[in-house]
């Protein structure tokens, strides 16, 4: 049995590296009505309280020399940030294979958006019917409501 247009499920994944969430819409394109199905959270304090110890210096390896070249601080905060994003899109790729929605739209800042389409699979991107460059994850549920109307009513 298939569902009609007005049968579809919509879902809205709303994240920014260390907050995510997913929410459905319940109601018609024109005005969304969001219900959460998911919410993610990760503790992920700044890089400086999460590194032991300063970065370390090597010598160039030259007969003689006496430079040292500085290896480069792992940023273990945006280290965190990664990594969550890949979990989430991983997320969000087993229930696009699971047929848990019809249709998904993404909003994310810029740089968290890059890194959930590098790993979007082929299921989730033909589900995908919009994208959202914003950090919307501190906003209420009305503020993304509205910008969801904007990207549905588009398709």
Known sequence: MT????DRITWVAVADGEKAVILRNDDLDASPSLRLVEATEIDNPPSREQAAARAGRNNDGRAGSMRKSAFEETDFHRLAKTEFARGFAAKLNRAAAAGAFDRLVVIAPPSTLG???AEYHADLK???????DRDLTKHPIADIERQV???LTKH
């Open 3 to 6: 569902r009609d247009f007005s």
């Open 126 to 132: 033909k589900r995908l019917v919009g994208e959202i």
């Open 115 to 117: 890194e959930l389409r």
């Open 149 to 151: 109307a904007a990207a």
